[in-house]
């Protein structure tokens, strides 16, 4: 029996079709738009100025605070302008906009560090390398990954979680990273182990990537700490509480952290990109994306550098097909749809998906039928229809006693409904109640 | 680009399952059951099982178009399945318009006036049943017994099991002899014997009741729940005193308790959402029903019991919520 999380979840249709491609490199885009709130918490403050000259990996906006993030260039050239662009969250950010310097050389060498095994760091700096290089939550969250690793002495961590689940539909990124970069990610795992003087550490992979089961496996043959398990799918395993309880049987508590479980989760990109600054002294500039769809020419896995426009992507797969009504920057379950291809990719864009006309248009949402269905697939053990309805008839209390704020918006109870209703558009609207009147009793 | 873009919030993507498909896979189990009781009674039961479907959907069809002046739903195949439904629980030689004016009742009253699909808090079809029971019992309880009727509209009517035990045992009589009138536990298994147009066979319900679960329509806890408790029960004053009360076999093999348990007490609408409040929403009824069926007066009580469990379900999933992931665990950090 394959472990997984025990309450609800959904088994969408895979569509994996981008797992058997090897991650490639795009040209270097002429042009970045790097947005300074790439990450959860306080926005980064720039430090650059128009007409500026930098160099690859400077910093060019410093984190604004403990829980926030460096941003460094991801190309030498000029700072053309400080501007609001429209990023994915459909709303205008400041973004430092960087032409790139077409006769720097850095801009276009291919990175190539080989396996650095070894580590020689100690505690102190590892942290301190991984503050500075800006690494965050790659997996989607982008929560600043030093705030996680920022252990007080009293801590019980025991066990470090390595997430490989990828469990939305279409994304390949993180499994083409643990089929090509294996040991480097083995390496980030020692690495974080040491720092954080953990004995223990899982790498969680869902059983529809055995490729990437058996690679890892065969990695970590040496290191004895180091465990691979191979989860059952099903949608939402990639969530941290979801994961912890597949894998260790723990629950998070309600409100709580999975430190509280003497647990620290971090997904597999994010451990590539603790291996690359503390190895190799590697900000981080670039990330993987997967770019597909159904209707795309040659979908596939690209490293990408981050505040390259989504449009150059796209051009890269052979163009947006005919009838794309929908382009979503994320998986189909939790992604955000977008506007246009002008919108950047940041920290925390796993893939973009091109959706065409028959899959992209909603349903009219009928009468509830009360099949229950909603709640035998939430994973948090809520009942989406009940907060749908009082979060639209404007009833915050109950929906606050209900444990609203507990719905990790993964979407499962949208995706079965049968009269296709809006639970999880109304569950947010009304958790953004909550937490406002919250916040105001405080 | 000539199409706009289209921006929606997640999910984007949905399972296409829908509420029409969910109906028509209800029309499918109930197949095998219609086909015996076409078997068993012939044409009557095609007659039945067609005026109640026709007026369902006439009757909904004319009070949205005319009264409420609302959307017209007649396609989304619940009208379709009331009307089944009470056909199955009616018996085949009903006058017809008694059968109109079950059909009126179960959509007018029953589903139509509490606002519509979703929102009835009666089992439409059920509500019809016991109407034209409290109004025609007469008519209501005299049953065609099987085989020798097949394709005669005169119908000899006998009484079902239950009746003739009920009966038998206020006359004093014994189990012993009671069964020999009675049809064997094979007999209605398989549908040979008199009773409503689809509570007949056993075999052909419990066939279309697995579908139902494969196609998870239904989950296992209100059938399984009933069936059990039943069985519990009714085998307990079984074995206290086999003389004076059936075994548990005929209870469960008779007087609807399959389609009761797996197509009356199981409609979405009227039970309740979580599983837990599905296993006491199903003991309740169990409990009602023998209680019913071993000292009320009316030799079947599954009906009844269903009924007044559906009034149950609001406070039912108001108590028994699935569990929160993480309650009830304190946070050390909080």
Known sequence: ?442 | MADPIIISASPHVHSARTSKKVMYDVLYALIPAFLVSIYVFGISALILTSVAIISCIVFEYLIQKYLLKTEITITDGSALITGILLAFNLPTNLPIYMIIVGSLIAIGVAKLSFGGLGYNIFNPALVGRVFLLVCFPVQMTSWPTAIENNLSIDAITGETTLGIIKEGLMYGETMTTISERIPSSMELLLGLTSGSAGEMSALALLLGGIFLIVRKVITWHIPVTIIVTMAIMTGIFWLVNPELYASPIIHILSGGAILGAFYMATDLVTSPMTKKGMVIFAVGIAIITVVIRLFGAYPEGISFAILIMNAFVPLIDKYFKPRRFGNKIKSKII
């Open chain 1, 1 to 442: 029996m394959l472990k997984t999380f025990p309450k609800g979840g959904i088994h969408p249709e895979e569509n994996k079709i981008t797992s058997s491609k090897a991650i490639k490199r795009i040209p270097v885009p002429k042009i970045v738009y790097v947005p300074i709130a790439q990450h959860i918490g306080i926005p980064s403050e720039i430090i650059v100025e128009k007409k500026d000259k930098v160099e690859i990996g400077q910093v060019i906006a410093k984190s604004g605070g403990f829980v926030s993030s460096n941003i460094h260039t991801p190309v030498a050239g000029t700072v053309t302008k400080l501007d609001m662009i429209v990023d994915s969250s459909g709303y205008k950010k400041q973004c430092i906009v960087i032409r790139t310097d077409q006769k720097n050389e850095s801009n276009f060498e291919v990175p190539d560090f080989p396996l650095k095994k070894e580590i020689t760091m100690d505690q102190k700096d590892i942290l301190q390398h991984i503050t500075d290089s800006g690494i965050v939550g790659l997996g989607g969250a982008t929560f600043p990954s030093h705030v996680k690793l920022d252990l007080k002495n009293d801590n019980k961590v025991d066990c470090l979680i390595i997430n490989g689940v990828e469990c939305e539909p279409y994304l390949t990124a993180d499994h083409r990273l643990m089929l090509e970069k294996a040991e480097e990610i083995i390496v980030g795992i020692q690495i974080l182990m040491h720092a954080l003087h953990i004995n223990k550490a899982v790498i969680g992979i869902e059983n529809n990537k055995k490729d990437a089961i058996a690679v890892l496996k065969e990695a970590t043959r040496d290191d004895k700490r180091i465990k691979v398990a191979a989860l059952k799918v099903k949608y939402p395993q990639g969530s941290e509480k979801q994961l912890i309880k597949a894998i260790l049987k723990r629950e998070v508590p309600k409100g709580g952290l999975p430190m509280d479980v003497g647990v620290i989760v971090h997904n597999v990109g994010t451990i590539y990109a603790i291996y690359q600054a503390v190895q190799y002294d590697q900000p981080l500039i670039e990330r993987v994306v997967t770019v597909t769809g159904k209707n795309l020419e040659n979908a596939s896995n690209f490293w990408v550098k981050i505040g390259t426009p989504i449009k150059d992507l796209v051009a890269e797969v052979g163009g947006l097909p005919e009838g794309t009504r929908k382009i979503v920057n994320g998986g189909p379950m939790m992604g955000k749809a977008i506007k246009n291809t002008d919108v950047p990719v940041t920290k925390g864009t796993s893939g973009i998906l091109v959706i065409s006309e028959e899959e992209a248009s909603r349903q009219e949402s009928k009468n509830c039928i009360r099949c229950g269905q909603c709640v035998f697939v939430c994973p948090m053990g809520l009942e989406p229809h009940l907060l749908m309805n009082l979060s639209e008839k404007g009833l915050y209390e109950r929906l606050s006693d209900e444990d609203v704020m507990t719905c990790i918006e993964c979407g499962s109870c949208s995706y079965v409904c049968p009269s296709h209703r809006p639970l999880l558009d109304y569950i947010r609207f009304g958790k953004s109640i909550v937490k406002k009147l919250n916040t105001a009793k405080n």
